[in-house]
């Protein structure tokens, strides 16, 4: 239909000009821009907080810019919503997600499409079946999304971009959800349609996976574009360009206290917990975490690992069994107790345990109110200085009044981390803590990890993130289907007999 590809121009599938998006006084995009060809990846680089999410808001029509241009095969158009940007062939798949929760994936996958018509569920299920099957994207029509790990529910979003048959393709950071295997499954898929003609724009931290996906790489730092390179340009010369300066990358240290055990900080002991349909989740989990280690949990998303932190933070209730902090006995405790007892926790889903909508400040503050209460009220200067100190000593790229609805995805995970951390606690359960974070947050959040460690802290660390396992993790168990199947030192894990089992083949010994 366009008038480029008829006479075989070579006009980018979408180009911007000089945009520009200002909040107050903020300029998150500052006349940027960017285009992506038929065919092509062009991938989109920078730091938490440079612009990369706002700017294809832009392209979507979730948000509007306050100048500049966006031309679809070469022609003006005016994207006022994200219906005109489906019409117009832009597909988003975006950084938070956007599912009807207590709705199933079928359901989820059509809604929006039917125009009103009522949905013919049984049609949608083959429908969405024949299209994962078909996109090599792996999920349960029948499933509903609420009870759906994270990386399950990425992989429902991106099913859903693809289903509406778009020619541009917008994955604010898909893969930060996923692990190596599924995000190998992606990118072959990705590479059957690109070969079809489809256009991707990537966003992602992960710089291997830009080298290994994209055609073109570009940076932008505190919304300026500052260059736009070749998709094989080194790891190290991208971290450059997003940061203006040279990385340093952390070092593992041994553990300090390896000597004798000393009692566990944390003993769990045949614990067990129902998940979706009552299917158990959990299953005779047992484990102890001593003072100064960290005990790493390995395996595929939806294996029983939100169970798990559910659990353990008072979330969710345990069927059985039994844990212990400091020789007290905690299962199926409040939150608040659990809080009380010593456990820290920074959750899987940053955004449902902060309240986006109050200021930095309040969320600083809000697990530990009482501290705050003066005669019946709350003290309100003693909140911000709260928050000022803790801004300052977290470098938060935010002031005490802003909202948390407003940060970056990186600030974000400081103003997590900075909550919990501030508590001290004797436990800390952390799960995915650098999901969707830029080089050097990432850096960041780890060494704080390590500093809690060598403060004689007992830290179970769930992650995805096999090469964050084995950076940070002394010891390591595998989950399957709610089962620890293997349990090594992180120093004498094997990659590969890791990704075994945690596809579920083999028990180590
Ligand atoms: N609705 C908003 N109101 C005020 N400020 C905003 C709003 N949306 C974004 N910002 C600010 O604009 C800047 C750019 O944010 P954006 O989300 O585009 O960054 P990003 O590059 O996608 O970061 P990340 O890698 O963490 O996802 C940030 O400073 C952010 O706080
Ligand atoms: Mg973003």
Redesign the pocket.
């Given at each position: 239909m366009t008038a480029g590809a008829v006479s075989g121009s070579a006009a980018p599938v979408v180009e911007l000009r000089g945009i520009t998006k200002r909040?107050?006084d903020?300029v998150?995009n500052d006349r940027v821009d960017f285009d992506v060809g038929r065919g092509e990846v062009h991938a989109l680089l920078?730091?938490?907080?440079?612009?990369?999410?706002?700017?294809m808001?832009i392209v979507y029509g979730l948000?509007h810019p306050d100048a500049g241009q966006i031309l679809v095969g070469g022609r003006p158009v005016a994207i006022r919503s994200p219906k005109d940007a489906i019409a117009a062939g832009i597909g988003m798949v975006t950084?938070h997600f956007s599912l009807v929760r207590p709705m199933t994936v079928a359901e989820n996958v059509v809604l929006g499409r039917t125009g009103g018509i009522r949905l013919e569920m049984a049609a949608a299920a083959a429908r969405v079946a024949e299209a994962s099957e078909r996109l090599g994207i792996r999920v349960d029509p029948g499933a509903v999304v609420a009870e759906l790990s994270v990386g399950e529910q990425q992989r429902v979003e991106i099913l859903k971009a693809l289903a509406r048959d778009c020619r541009v393709l917008i994955l604010?950071?898909p893969t930060a959800v996923l692990v190596p295997q599924e995000v190998e499954a992606l990118f072959a898929t990705l590479r059957r349609l690109l070969d079809e003609g489809l256009s991707v724009v990537f966003?992602s931290?992960k710089l291997g996976e830009v080298r290994a996906i994209s055609d073109r790489v570009s940076v932008?730092r505190r919304?300026v574009m500052v260059g736009t390179v070749e998709g094989s340009t080194d790891e190290r010369e991208l971290a450059r360009m997003m940061v203006g300066r040279p990385m340093l990358g952390i070092r593992r240290t041994e553990r300090a206290g390896a000597g004798p055990p000393s009692t566990p900080a944390l003993s769990v002991r045949d614990l067990g917990a129902a998940g979706v349909h009552g299917l158990p989740a959990l299953v005779d989990l047992s484990f102890d975490v001593q003072p100064g280690e960290i005990l790493g949990v390995a395996g595929v998303s939806g294996n029983g690992q939100t169970e798990l932190v559910g659990v353990l933070s008072g979330m969710r209730h345990p069927s059985g069994g039994s844990i212990v902090v400091d020789g007290v006995e905690l299962a199926g405790a409040s939150p608040r107790r659990l809080m009380a007892a010593g456990i820290g926790r920074i959750p899987e889903d940053r955004h449902a345990s902060l309240i986006p909508d109050l200021s930095v400040a309040y969320n600083l503050a809000i697990e530990r109110l009482d501290d705050f209460r003066r005669g019946g009220l709350l003290d309100e200067p003693a909140i911000r200085e709260h928050a000022e100190q803790l801004i300052a000593r977290f470098a938060i790229?935010?002031r005490p009044d802003?909202r948390v609805?407003?940060?970056?995805?990186?600030?974000i995970q400081k103003v997590l981390l900075a909550r919990v951390l501030s508590r001290d606690p004797r436990v800390l359960v952390v799960a995915q803590p650098t999901r969707?974070?830029?080089v050097g947050a990432t850096e960041y959040v780890r060494s704080e990890l390590l500093a809690r460690r060598a403060a004689g802290t007992a830290v179970l660390l769930v992650s995805e993130d096999l090469d964050e396992l084995l950076a940070l993790a002394d010891r390591l168990i595998v989950l399957y289907e709610g089962r620890i199947v293997g349990e090594m030192r992180a120093g004498d894990a094997d990659p590969e007999q890791l990704g075994m089992l945690m596809a579920g083949r083999g028990r180590a010994a």
């Open positions: 909040f107050g903020l998150a920078g730091e938490n907080g440079a612009g990369k999410t706002t700017l808001r948000t950084q604010d950071e966003i931290h932008l919304g790229r935010a802003d609805a407003t940060l970056s995805g990186g600030n969707g974070l830029d």
